[in-house]
């Protein structure tokens, strides 16, 4: 036993000697280097997107005023017309018929009015004599009011044939691009029965819908609704395939009705059309840019979460500080926009924050060119040891 002990100690004694003989210690573990960041204000212009649906300045719906058959289609589809171009004709000839009776209405009215007053007139002349009773002479005069309200009547009859007759010419309401045209030569049509569309494409209008909070949250920053319109900044569009449309646009209205469904509220944007890319019933995105000057912005890998609530790291006395911060909801998916938990001037750990502890030791990392210079030294020494053995 005692022969053991005496092997074990003479065993630990020449561990002790050889590893002084070789000049290696046990060395202590000291404070991590870590990227740190000092804490600065700077002005940010984050993009947000909005799903959109793209209309025409007018999308007229075209419907006849009157019943009938089309006899001449005039228009082809996609076609660009004019205001007052007409469209279609529809079948003319009982419409004519129509104007030409109300015409012989309208003579005949005039007759019986022009017949009336010379009865009038003889009875007037006869009563002044004794020859005729006051019945008579009120008789002669009713017969006359008579004769000219019918005469009345036939004229707005008149008036409404004429109104028909011209119906049957259905013209377009406005400058646009005509739609799909269902309908052709032949088909029996009403008051109920679609034509086609004329879509005004020289000025598009792209609605999309903000969120309640985020529409509230830019009046609060602009003061009113009507500031925020003009304060807002020129929005960009992005097509369905991906690209950006050429010209920017401008947000013009915010509807005043906030939808319960959705607790959305809907914007309307205007952008020129002067190539004629965009087509009524499109849709795209809106790109919003939300513009935030002298903000505090620090990078997301210098923040971590815990039940929801963003925390970074400051740096207090050399020791890592955990502190609660708040951030905008909109982000460009590198960088936080803080909103409160920061100053100016403040150091926080910018990396390697899932590493760290409360209290831990924090020496700040040393930048990646005096890294490199000093390893140069370093990394000769070594070279030169190694040719001397």
């Keep these: 036993m005692i022969m053991k002990q005496t092997l074990a100690k003479a065993a630990i004694a020449a561990c002790c000697l050889a590893a002084v003989g070789c000049g290696q210690a046990p060395t202590a573990t000291g404070p991590g280097e870590y990227a740190v960041l000092t804490v600065t204000t700077s002005d940010r212009e984050i993009p947000v997107n909005y799903s959109a649906t793209i209309r025409g300045r007018q999308d007229i719906d075209i419907y006849p005023q009157i019943s009938g058959t089309i006899s001449q289609l005039l228009v082809k589809e996609g076609e660009q017309v004019s205001k007052g171009r007409t469209l279609f004709i529809i079948d003319q000839v009982p419409y004519k018929a129509a104007l030409q009776t ?105 609605y999309f819908s903000m969120a309640e909070n985020r529409l509230l949250e830019l009046t609060r920053r602009y003061g009113s609704t009507a500031r925020t319109l003009k304060s807002m900044p020129e929005v960009a569009l992005q097509l369905s395939d991906g690209s950006l449309y050429a010209d920017k646009g401008r947000v013009e209205s915010i509807s005043g009705v906030i939808d319960p469904t959705t607790g959305s509220v809907q914007l309307r944007a205007a952008f020129p059309n002067r190539d004629g890319l965009l087509h009524s019933g499109g849709t795209g995105n809106i790109v919003l840019p939300s513009v935030y000057k002298d903000c505090v912005v620090i990078p997301q890998t210098a923040t971590f979460e815990i039940q929801d609530k963003v925390y970074v790291y400051k740096v207090v006395d050399g020791k890592a500080v955990s502190s609660m911060i708040d951030v905008e909801k909109i982000s460009n998916g590198r960088e936080y926009i803080v909103r409160s938990g920061l100053t100016p001037g403040e150091t926080i750990v910018a990396e390697g924050v899932g590493m760290l502890r409360e209290g831990t030791p924090v020496v700040a990392k040393r930048q990646p060119a005096a890294a490199s210079g000093s390893a140069a030294p370093e990394t000769a020494a070594e070279t030169q040891t190694a040719k001397e053995e």
């Design 102 to 206: 109300a015409d012989a209405n309208v003579a005949a009215a005039k007759a019986g009015v022009a017949t009336a007053r010379l009865t009038y007139d003889s009875k007037k002349e006869l009563f002044k004599r004794n020859v005729v009773s006051q019945f008579d002479l009120s008789t002669a005069k009713n017969q006359l009011l008579t004769a000219e309200a019918q005469f009345a009547q036939a004229q707005a009859q008149r008036v409404s044939a004429a109104n028909n007759l011209s119906y049957t010419v259905v013209k377009a309401p406005s400058n646009g691009v005509v739609g799909t045209l269902p309908l052709r030569v032949g088909a029996l049509v009403g008051p109920s029965v679609k034509l086609t569309t004329v879509s005004d494409n020289s000025e598009m209008y792209v």
